[in-house]
């Protein structure tokens, strides 16, 4: 791709993410400071993109700027914008940002692995949450079975090791955080609205 077709592609890009957002191009120049006007014509392919309109978007769309440019591949083995199967287990990032917290969708087939449990350490800690199926996890000395709703959170020190017992896939979402850093979960009081 050459630069005028990256160039091409960023208005429809940000048309594209201003709308599934839902945000009206006045409240896009409000939050990041650049004219209604400018931004149309961003987004129209009238105004040429640079790095100073870039980033501001960026910022507030939540998104690299490679994903604003249509950037290739970065090289980076840390950041996959494709789904990767590892084992048979099949991992979508849903977050591209290295370091702090990433967050996966898990897929793991039935019956996968179907080994006898190796238990592994790292550095890190983790939350998951089963959305589908079932996962059993074996956590030091502890091994159960997590079904549609259940979560576990643990420091990925403690030996650990996950698989899908039954005859459906399972489906998981996964935070994982460098080591000291944890999720934190708000409850609301029976007064907030």
């Not at 309109?53 to 769309?61: F, S």
């Not at 840390?78 to 996966?104: D, E, M, S, W």
């Not at 090791?161 to 009081?189: D, K, M």
Request: net charge positive; proline share 9%.
């Amino acid at each position: 791709m050459n630069d005028g077709e990256v160039f091409d592609a960023v208005g429809p890009r940000l048309r594209a993410l201003r709308r599934q957002r839902r945000v009206t191009l006045a409240q896009l120049a409000e939050a990041t400071g650049i004219s209604v006007s400018t931004l149309s014509r961003l987004e129209s392919g009238g105004r040429r993109p640079t790095l100073e309109l870039l980033l501001p978007l960026a910022r507030v769309h939540q998104v690299t700027l490679d994903e604003l440019v249509g950037a290739p591949e970065t090289g980076d083995p840390r950041v996959h914008a494709k789904p990767v199967v590892r084992f048979g287990v099949t991992i979508l990032p849903l977050t591209r940002r290295p370091g702090g917290l990433q967050a996966f969708k898990m897929i793991y087939p039935p019956g996968k692995p179907s080994r006898e449990p190796d238990q592994k350490v790292h550095e890190g800690y983790e939350w998951l949450y089963v959305l589908s199926g079932r996962l059993r996890l074996v956590l030091g000395t502890h091994d159960v079975i997590l079904t549609p709703g259940e979560a576990a959170e643990f420091d990925t020190r403690t030996p650990h090791w996950f698989g899908n017992p039954g005859p459906e896939p399972a489906e998981i979402l996964s935070l994982f955080g460098p080591q000291g850093e944890r999720v934190h979960v708000r409850a609301r009081t029976k007064g907030e609205s």
